[in-house]
């Protein structure tokens, strides 16, 4: 059953690919912008610089004729009869802020063809005020290096001269490279930087997250970063950084070779190209006689693969790294469609760590945000082409900084690879290591070269000052396309312009702040020594501070000084009396800062802050600790059973040391219940330094009086349900499996009265709840695989079964929600009886089935895939809406069968395929609405909604922003946010994460700026299923629930349930274990669903769900009332009926927290203080006399304490309660429930006890 879910992971797998090198891989069109001819012979100046005298009165304009005006005679005559018109200073008025007003007067004047620059010179050079005056001659490029393609290179030297283009041509494998010429100076002008090399320049470190670089490149000899604390190939983590063997960087991807699935390492090669393809434009090795040159000579880079799994979660990881080990710049060559907050908070915490970090901005051509590009804190890249205007494939925005060469760019060729050999294979090659490639992946790398060498020259200037120097220092694109626009300053197509090398140098702060010691990471104690430098022609102080934490919010100084210093001791810190993380920070001038972040260890700690000794623990606990010692070598954290244990069992080897930090989490639902110790060890590299030991009660969460889990001795099905079948006010649990039904009383009690739980058969299919005849007692339909047939249990006549034309598919519950067999009960007619649906879906096709109860098989509807019944004109009979999944089209139907309406939506020529149908009032007229979800090919999912008849309302569809190649689960509505109107969500995951999705009713994303309703991330590896909506932190509103199994590739094999609030956040008590290790069988792979309701009857939210490990679990919420308004359920997975789709109903219970408490009115206030600690006090006011219990539960429902159990007078009360049990135990601290019983009334609020 896993073929399918494997087979679409594949599918998501080439498509990460595609999204990831998509920046990179661009069509070149038969007629391209770029493509000219020399303007120019390269050997006749086509400039001349002239140098006027500080007091010459120049003042140049522009007169009638179009010739430049200097307003001096002399000059203007020679300006007028050799026509010049085009004059330009040598560096924009920028650079006076640098210091530089000696080339204020330094100018280029352009010569027209035919005339003499040299001529030209010579007569500006005899005139007074001229201080000197020669021709802007042009380099040659083998005069600059010796490496052998660099005429190739024209974003780095252009001078018209010819270049590499790939031609694409129409079809496949026809493609030709040709020579083209672009337009001089269309380049980031690095010749005169390459003759003419700064001084005292540092060596920076450039990380390149992307498919990994080959680190045997001959080009890239002596360029890989090396962890300088890290002892090759020795199996030990030398630097303490969590990494061991880390020498080049660190592979993130989890894949080999073979994009097989594979543990992350310390080898990160390319096996692709695109990475190695970007190293080589920020660092290939210059004038070693081979190849090409780099932006930046003197950076290192390291190597952070995270392809082909590219995840969001890997691409934070890898920036993080990058920050904690030493990266001047980041390159992000990838972009995703929507904003993901785990990577945007991994960019600001580089960010503050003093990171510049550069981001492609796409390859749509069109103007959209893609991420991390569109974060605030990236330098957002787009690219140029070789006649200077913006390339016809780069992606627009107000986001856009800057743009660089993007077109037609010569780089590394990682070793056998191809980056274009499915379409094109071996055109893009040049020589056996070089690779010709486009796009806004090339641009950024070539712009984190210049913002390298920025700081190479400039050591320790600040990102943000590193942004507004490229910025002002670029030569403004004013006509972007080549098309006649006048666009000066910023603009959304190149931003402040293409980059421009030279004079980003030229106008960089003339300061270094640099560390050379502590090293990054180092473990320190007692008085250190720190050095590096402090010094630079406009140096005036330095001042070296610290504070607490990799990112701290305030400092405290060590010393400052006003002399300079050159790689020498800058100040003696004496570290006493202090032990944890720091930062050090070395500020020279105003903008230049160099952070550097240790571990300060002056005594040996192994201190576990949580959980606390004695402390009853279930489900998975985050453990808390201290570890750290002088020469630390690791931590170990392990437990055996009992208070003195013979035997341990290890959680976790930390090779960091852990100041306050989460160092493991400890899955305890696995464990037999009873009393456990938990030891926490610190090792030197020569001996343990010191160890702790703590006692814990570990406690299954379905050991309460409020929870259970029963082992089913067959495969489960995906989803319970539940009726009082009996009529006995109690409802039963129904759950099919694929060795019968079972039924189960609300504690667990089997109840075999049934007939269905004598019939052999496999009920894989989940069971549907309804009424098949008019005695208001619920019955029951389940469907047989072997043999196939329909079975009926009424309480109000003969149990009924009847066979089936077609056998259920019962092999896709681990797919696709559009792929299950799904049957449910629905009265269509108005008589109070509900008819039963079933749809089958399969390999050959699709097939719906409706019956009654009495008289069997009514109607077979062949090739409808999906089958929704709803009353949309409020005429009391229902209308069937349908989808044919072989001709895409939507159809409405009358009970006769007969077709009312139809529809088949289209875009740009492309058919729809529908996904699921659903249905809700989202207009607020009291009648449902059609809601269609699906894709088309290459612009992804849209949701549809009609009204009766099929005619679309007005303002939809609403674009998802999720790729087709994604299959996220069918829109559910509620209202999240208690304003009043629905928002939908939806959830899907890629080959290793989950996603959920969240949009408000205009189809704007609920949290503002993510294009996709990106709402909240699984923190661990898994595959979602399908969302449902419940109150289970009751403030009132709808929450959202979700099952997670294992993911794709077996990383984490636990099953759990997640809750989010309205602002994605997990839900104290959450995520619930259900399955700590799922086994590899047929069934652990079903999409499990939770199913919510008030099952015991008690008031409180109940959850019942199959698990993995072939179970069934029930936990009663107490303390969390249940209120169907915010349990909305449109769709068969988690709704009873269909009756009343999508339809509000009055909450049980109505409190006004406003008013005092008087008689007549019953009230329960919040407790006072919230958060306490250790006491607090809860008042309530009774309508009349009478008996009432107050409860504490924990969060898991768990009752801890009892504060009131008797009779009272109506009227206002209060009392108080002192933070412990009824054994007289302190409670540590988290969330807690205190819940009133009084007559009818039953209400419960939540409180937080903090110590």
């Known amino acids: 059953m896993k073929a399918v879910c494997i087979e679409k992971a594949m599918k998501a797998i080439s498509a990460l690919t595609l999204l990831l090198v998509i920046f990179a891989i661009v069509p070149a069109p038969q007629a391209m912008q770029g493509i000219t001819s020399p303007k120019n012979n390269p050997d006749s100046p086509s400039r001349v610089i002239v140098k006027f005298s500080p007091n010459s009165g120049l003042n140049f304009s522009t007169g009638k004729s179009g010739a430049a005006v200097s307003g001096l005679a002399a000059i203007d005559e020679i300006n007028r009869r050799l026509r010049i018109k085009d004059i330009k200073p040598l560096l924009k008025k920028v650079a006076v802020a640098s210091g530089e007003r000696r080339f204020d007067n330094v100018f280029l004047l352009t010569v027209p063809p035919g005339v003499s620059a040299e001529t030209a010179a010579a007569e500006y050079a005899a005139l007074p005020g001229v201080e000197y005056a020669e021709p802007d001659y042009e380099a040659e490029l083998h005069a600059i290096t010796n490496d052998t393609y660099l005429s190739h290179q024209w974003g780095l030297h252009n001078y018209g001269q010819g270049h590499y283009l790939i031609i694409r041509n129409p079809g496949y494998e026809n493609d030709k490279m040709v020579i083209v010429f672009g337009k001089p100076e269309a380049d980031i002008k690095a010749a005169d930087v390459i003759v003419n090399p700064p001084d005292n320049t540092v060596t920076t470190v450039v990380a390149i997250i992307d498919t990994g670089v080959d680190t045997d490149h001959p080009d890239l000899e002596g360029k890989m970063w090396n962890n300088p604390r890290e002892i090759p190939d020795n199996g030990i983590d030398d630097d303490n950084n969590g990494y061991i063997d880390d020498i080049f960087g660190w592979d993130f991807s989890t894949s080999n070779e073979f994009f097989e699935a594979d543990m992350e390492d310390n080898d990160p090669t390319d096996y692709f ?29 390291m190597a952070l693969k995270i392809f082909p799994t590219a995840l969001t979660s890997k691409m934070a990881r890898a920036v993080i790294y990058a920050a904690d080990n030493g990266a001047d710049v980041v390159s992000m060559s990838f972009g995703l469609p929507y904003r993901s907050y785990l990577l ?9 760590k003093g990171v510049v970090l550069c981001a492609s901005s796409g390859n749509s051509g069109t103007e959209e945000y893609n991420y991390p590009a569109a974060f605030d804190k990236t330098i957002a890249i787009g690219a140029s082409n070789d006649s200077d205007f913006v390339a016809y494939f780069s992606t627009i925005g107000d986001h856009i900084d800057i743009v660089a060469p993007g077109l037609a760019i010569l780089s590394l060729r990682a070793d056998t690879t191809d980056m274009y050999q499915d379409d094109e294979p071996w055109v893009h090659i040049v020589g056996e290591d070089y690779y010709l490639a486009s796009g806004t992946s090339m641009s950024c790398p070539m712009a984190a070269g210049v913002a390298a060498y920025l700081r190479s020259v400039s050591s320790g200037l600040i990102p943000e000052k590193v942004r507004e120097i490229m910025q002002a220092a670029a030569d403004d694109i004013v006509d972007p396309y080549g098309q006649g626009l006048n666009l000066p300053g910023p603009d959304i197509y190149s931003g402040y312009g293409r980059i421009n090398l030279m004079q980003t140098l030229a106008i960089a702060p003339k300061v270094r702040a640099y560390i050379n010691a502590p090293e990054i990471g180092e473990i320190i104690s007692g008085a250190v020594d720190i050095t590096g430098s402090a010094d630079g022609d406009d140096f005036v102080s330095y001042s070296l501070e610290y504070g607490a934490g990799a990112n701290p919010t305030e400092y405290n100084t060590i010393s400052s000084s006003f002399d300079p210093v050159t790689d020498g001791p800058l100040a003696v810190w ?11 920070k070395l500020k020279v001038g105003e903008y230049n800062e160099y952070k550097r972040s240790i571990f300060i260890a002056n005594e040996a700690m192994a201190r576990i802050r949580y959980p606390e000794e004695g402390d009853t623990l279930s489900n998975i606990v985050n453990i808390v600790a201290d570890a750290y010692s002088t020469d630390f070598s690791h931590l170990v954290l392990d437990y055996g059973s009992g208070t003195s244990p013979t035997s341990w069992t290890e959680i976790v080897t930390v090779t960091a040391p852990a100041s306050g930090d989460v160092i493991a989490g400890w899955l305890v639902e696995s464990l037999p219940e009873g009393q456990y110790t938990l030891r926490l060890s610190v090792y030197s590299t020569t001996k343990l330094e010191m160890q702790t030991e703590l006692h814990v009660n570990i406690r299954s969460i379905f050991s309460s009086e409020n929870a259970w889990k029963l082992k089913i001795d067959a495969d489960v099905a995906l989803l319970a349900n539940y009726g009082d079948i009996d009529n006995d006010d109690i409802n039963e649990i129904i759950l099919g499996t694929t060795e019968g039904v079972k039924i189960f009383e609300p504690d667990g009690t089997p109840d075999n009265t049934s007939p269905a739980v004598n019939i052999a058969n496999n009920f894989i299919v989940p069971p549907a709840v309804g009424r098949l005849d008019n005695d208001n007692i619920e019955d029951f339909v389940v469907v047989g695989a072997d043999p196939a047939r329909l079975y009926g249990f009424r309480s109000g006549g003969a149990d009924f ?10 092999e896709d519950y681990s797919g696709m929600e559009y792929d299950f067999t799904t049957l449910f009960l629905k009265d269509i007619d108005g008589d109070g009886r509900d008819e039963i649906h079933l749809v089958i879906v399969d390999r050959f096709g699709a097939v719906t089935y409706m019956f009654d109860a009495e008289s069997g098989l009514t109607q077979i509807f062949s090739g409808v ?20 999944n072989t001709t895409g089209m939507i159809r409405q139907l009358d009970l006769d069968g007969n077709v009312v309406a139809n529809t088949a939506p289209m875009l740009n020529g492309k058919r729809f395929y529908c996904r699921g149908l659903t249905a809700y009032d989202i207009d607020n007229d009291d009648r449902p609405e059609l809601i269609a979800s699906g894709f088309y090919t290459e612009t992804g999912y849209w949701l549809y909604a009609y009204d009766e008849n099929l005619v679309l309302k007005p303002g939809w569809p609403h674009p998802m922003g999720i790729d087709d190649f994604i299959v996220p689960t ?14 939908y969500f939806c959830a899907d995951f890629d080959v290793s994460y989950s996603y959920v999705h969240a949009w408000n009713l205009d189809g704007s994303a609920f949290v503002p700026g993510n294009p996709d309703g990106f709402f909240t991330i699984i923190p661990r590896p898994g595959r979602i299923n399908m969302l449902v909506l419940s109150d289970v932190n009751n403030d009132g509103r709808a929450d959202i629930i979700a099952c997670t199994n294992d993911d794709l590739f077996f990383t984490y094999r636990v099953q759990r349930i997640y809750a989010w609030d309205l602002s994605g956040d997990l839900i104290g008590g959450f995520p619930i274990i259900t399955a700590p290790e799922i086994p590899l069988s047929s069934g652990s792979s079903f999409r499990f669903i939770p199913t919510l309701g008030d099952i015991d009857k008690n008031g409180y939210i109940d959850l019942v769900m199959p698990a993995a490990d072939s179970s069934l679990i029930f936990m ?23 009756n009343g789709i999508g339809q509000y109903v009055e909450s049980p219970v109505t409190v006004n927290d406003g008013q005092n408490g008087r008689p007549g009115e019953f009230r329960l206030g919040q407790n006072y203080p919230n958060p306490f600690n250790p006491d607090t006090r809860i008042e309530f006011a009774l309508p009349a006399k009478g008996h009432v219990t107050i409860s504490i539960y924990d969060i898991l429902g768990r009752k801890v304490k009892t504060l009131l159990d008797e009779t009272i007078p109506a009227g206002s009360h209060a009392i108080d309660w002192n933070g412990q049990d009824d054994e007289g135990n302190s409670l540590p601290s988290g969330i807690y429930l205190y819940g009133i019983k009084a007559g009818e009334y039953n209400l419960a609020r939540k409180m937080v006890l903090i110590k």
Not at 801 to 810: A, K, T
Not at 865 to 883: A, F, R, V, W
Not at 970 to 983: L, R, S, T, Y
Request: charged share 20%; hydrophobic share 30%.
């Open 273 to 301: 190209g695109h990475g190695t393809h970007c190293a080589g434009i920020v660092a290939a090795t210059e004038n070693n006689g081979i190849g090409i040159a780099g932006t930046s000579p003197n950076t290192k880079i």
């Open 344 to 352: 945007e908070e991994a960019v600001s915490y580089a960010y503050e």
């Open 574 to 584: 004496d570290t006493d009396g202090i032990s944890g993380r720091y930062s050090i």
């Open 801 to 810: 079964e009847y066979p089936l034309n077609s056998p259920p598919n019962i």
């Open 865 to 884: 895939s999906m089958h929704l019944p709803m009353d949309m004109n409020d005429d009391g009979q229902d209308e069937l809406y349908q989808y044919l």
């Open 970 to 983: 069918v829109p559910i509505f509620g209202d999240i946010d208690g304003d009043g109107a629905p928002e």
């Open 1116 to 1138: 009663d919420f107490v303390g969390m009332s249940y209120d169907s308004a915010n349990s909305l359920a449109p769709v068969w997975r988690y709704n009873r009926r269909l």
